[in-house]
């Protein structure tokens, strides 16, 4: 089953298109959405968690329309999303947060505080579950958005640049974490860091210009850079390589 | 196997029933979160200091009443509360932009008007709360020098819901126009709101702008001898009820941008909110100023008109005793002082008053009102001469000014409206006193007022000839005794006309 069904996907702001006919079908698994700035990788991101609608085209989550309410309730009852900017109330505690957005993910509140306290292990976070969330640095602010995102046990996890402010032994289990959960969820990373791709993702989807220009495995993204480096593509590593290469043939 | 889906009636359709159960559930939890980390106690410092500098200092001034005390509620408390409420629950209301949630928030399965139902219900909460603190110490305070009476309900309940108004209006304005100026401008504009419209309604005797919380300064009788009526409480209460259900509604159609049946539901609230201010509007333009308060007649209850019973407090050993209402029993002494000279004067005569009593303002004629129409605007204290059930003379008297017995011009009114009317009375108690008659009424005037007998005060008597002026004088010149022992034998012979000017002593 395809839990994210794109067809001909458009989305503008006034004049500007930020993303211009996007097809796109991801089942189970971790999925990488890699791009430059401006790419529209984050509208995607947000067409799918249901914040915004699309300008045109058709968006299937979970096998239901999120155009539909009930659907998109049920939707987003299954989704888990760590915006690019996470927000936050910094009188909150950690437990509290967490537990906040699982009441609105209808976790019945009764499991809640097991979700919360489940949630908040994984991310390693167990020991400032009752910190206020001012008190903590940007990498565990992060984590704390990361726990919320699964505290529902996500069948659809959108997560926009999540290892931004971890450090390399947190992104080590987090990618760990990420694989576990793609064995039965479809996990959406939308990220520049191709190390977290190479990593984590079964599958890279990158996007320039509002258009998905590569769709395949890191292995496929390797190859691409491997045929064309001497056709523009740089880079430190070979994923680089296939990603610099790949955005320089669709500009081209 | 996800969270959610490990509960059995989400696997299908959820009962109804249970769905609006758990979704009570889970509104509760989210209000318990927001209240234990919400931002509105950090109002509580600037409301300490208001109450304590505006309510508490003025409340201590007031008459040891009930009714004046509960009106500090609408008077200080509203006013120093309600702003303060209204712009931290716009800064509150604003929260969810201002921090950057809004993305993460809508990408939730609980609508935006649940999650921000929560959010209201933590500022109002704090918001009662505080009131809740204010209201308990003016009432504490009261308690211990109000000494007949309970503590009335109606002004806790409108002035309380007059708050969650206030609260509601700024979370409101904050949620639906987030921004940093909206909460300086909610606050400022509740101010507003209860400096100009609840004031300008503070006098207003009937019209729909009685609505106002704040309309009405009770007189000083008001839920002393009758109840107050609570027909415009009701209606006050109803439309602010109505008033937060509309702004609640608002609320339920801005969040709800998707979802036809919730923005269907949030309609009807509104709508159902509407109705009822609307009413209420209706029904408060139909109130009129009645004796004991204000009355609307499609709720009126005469039964709530009924005198509350009382034992009066009375001087005790005089002879004429003097009584007043329980409440007032501080005023005694000096009511007893205000009616001693002509007491003096006239106790053990036939036809004296067997005693002086305080009865209701709203009883008392009043020389260009009728009964039933005591407006104490012009008048600080007023006396009338009735009958007891018996028959025998009373004098009644009202006061409308706490200070009424310690303004020596109202004492003296008080003395220029009794002196005449007791001691007419007694000289001339069939009226067209003859000369004797005249002469012993100014002589006996002028001992017990203290003052000669104004001639123009009844344009109805004929002014004095010089010889009824002159036996005036004559008389009034005798030792008090020797006069009162001249009355008390010849009293008879000089009401029924047998004693000529010359044979007054």
Redesign the interface.
Known sequence: MNNIDIEGLTRKFGAAQAVAGVSWRAGTGVHGLLGPNGAGKTTLL?MI???IEPTSGSLRLLDRDPGA?AQ???I????G???Q?????P??TVA?FV???????????N??RA?VAGAIERVGLGDRARAKLRTLSGGMLRRVGIA?AI?????LLLLDEPTAGLDPEQRVAFRAMLREIGERATVVICTHLVEDVAAACSEVALMNAGRIVFRGGPQDLVARGERVTGDGGSGDSPLERGYTAVLAQARR | ???????PQ?AGRPDAARSRL?SI??LL??TL?EL??S?MPLMLPLVAALFWFDALRTGENLPAIWTQRAAILPDHVLPDLGPVAAGMAAWVGG??QR????????????PAW??RLAGWGAATGWTLLAYAACTAVIYVLAARVVNWGGPPVWPVVVIGLAVAAFCTTGFVAGAVLPGRFTAPLAALGTLLVTVMIFQSAVHAASGWVLISPDNSVPQLDWGVFHPVPPDLPIVQAVFLLGFVVVLLGVLGVFSSV?????RRTASTVLAAGLAACVACLALAATAVRGNYGFDISLLHDAASDRPIPYTPVCTQGSAIPVCVHPVFSADLAGASAAFAPLLAEVAGLPGAPTRVMQIDNADLPLPDAGPGHADFTRFDAWSTLAASPGGAPVLEFGFGDPYTFNMPGAVSNLRDQSVPLVIGHIVAPNGNPGPAQQAVERALIQKAAGAPADPNQDPSTPPPTAAVAAAAQRFAALPSAQSHAWLVADLDQLRSGQITLEELP
């Open positions: 947000r968690a249901t914040v309410h998109c309730r049920e987003r009852r299954r989704l999303y760590l915006p900017n996470l927000g936050y109330y009188g909150f509290e537990e906040y957005f699982a009441l609105l993910k209808d976790v019945p509140p499991r809640a979700a919320q505290v529902n046990d996500p069948l | 196997m996800s969270a959610v889906d490990t509960v989400r758990e559930r889970i939890r989210l979160l234990r980390r931002p929260r969810e921090r950057g949630i809004g993305d993460l928030a809508q990408s939730t399965a609980r649940l999650r998707r979802g036809a049946q919730l």
